[in-house]
Every structure is written in C-alpha cells, then in structure tokens.
C-alpha cells in the first residue's frame, strides 16, 4: 500500500509539473500534437533499426558474406525511414494544407468552433501517421532503400571504358 502511495505521489508531481502543463496546453496545436506523434514514432523506428543493425553484425549464425549487405539494408532502411516519414509527415500536418482537407471534410461542423477544432486536431494527428507509416515508411522507403544498398554493393564493379567499347567495334 506504501508502495502504491509513494508511485501515485511522483507520477502527480511529474503530471502535475510545469513542463507537462505548458506540454499539455501545446497540444491543443493539432500540428504541434501530430508532429510530436510522428517524430515519437520516428524515434522508435529509427532505435528499432539501430538494434537490428547491431543484431545482425554480432549474430554469429549469419554467415559473414550476408552480414555486411543484411546490415547495409537495415542502416538504409532506417535513414529513409525517419527521413522520409519525417518529409511527409511535416507535408501531411502543414496547416495550410490540413485548414484546406478540414474545410471540406468537416463542413457541418463549422458553425460549432469547438467540435470543428476536436475533429481538425485527430483528422491531422491520424492523416500525418497514416501518410507517414503507409505512404513512406511502407512504400517508398523500401523502394529508396533497395537502391541506396544496391548502388553501395556494386559501386566498385567494373565499367566498361568507352575508349575500349569503340575499339572493339572497329
């Protein structure tokens, strides 16, 4: 019971702090609440392909001529990831472009201020994740990723010299 106690009086005072009330009142900003949503799960993704690039490099039932590319393609993947996520989230929650979506998806709720806001802020918050995570995370980081790794494993094969290509059609 003590225990209990003592837990629910630091989590109160930490809740109940300066920084998370000023926190709080910020997130009354649908793009400040969608953009801190997005950058949150960036954060996690790029620790998650942090882990896996350091899973691979230590495991040693890979063999060691997968290791290196296996490693390279979670490192690729990772930098697209938050880069890209980032990039279309920051579009997707932009204010002029989610007062213009809002506008017209939320057109009966315009005389009434307050449930126009509530349902502009979560329309933001889920747009830019669902953007973010399906558009660029699912689609156009592997696509980016793919080619990043591809040009790094062949970037030291040989290319044909074009002094010797005319010759050789003489």
Same mark, same amino acid.
């Given at each position: ?7 629910? $009086?630091?989590?109160?005072?930490? !809740? ?12 009354? $900003?649908?793009? /400040?609440? @969608? ?14 392909y942090g882990l ?10 890979? +063999? ?11 490192? &690729? ?12 989230? /920051? =579009? ?16 009966? *709720?315009?005389?009434? +201020?307050? @449930? /126009?806001? !509530? &349902? ?11 953007? &973010?995570?399906? =558009?660029?995370?699912?689609? =156009?980081?592997? *696509? ?21 290509? *005319?010759?050789?059609?003489?």
């Amino acid at each position: 019971m003590k225990i209990t106690n003592a837990f629910t $009086n630091v989590m109160s005072k930490a !809740a109940n702090s300066d920084f998370m009330v000023n926190h709080i009142k910020k997130c009354d $900003n649908a793009k /400040f609440l @969608a953009r801190t949503l997005l950058l949150t799960s960036v954060a996690k993704d790029v620790f998650a392909y942090g882990l896996r690039v350091h899973n691979t490099l230590t495991n040693d039932s890979i +063999p060691e001529d997968k290791k290196q590319f296996s490693a390279d393609m979670d490192m &690729a993947s990772g930098i697209t990831t938050a880069i890209v996520q980032i990039g279309t989230g /920051f =579009l997707v929650s932009s204010e002029k472009l989610q007062n213009g979506i809002s506008n017209k998806l939320f057109k009966s *709720l315009k005389n009434d +201020p307050r @449930a /126009f806001g !509530a &349902a502009k802020a979560s329309f933001s918050a889920i747009s830019t994740m669902v953007f &973010a995570t399906l =558009l660029a995370k699912r689609i =156009l980081t592997p *696509l980016i990723a793919t080619k990043i790794v591809y040009r790094k494993e062949h970037k030291n094969d040989s290319k044909p010299d074009k002094t010797t290509a *005319l010759n050789t059609k003489a």
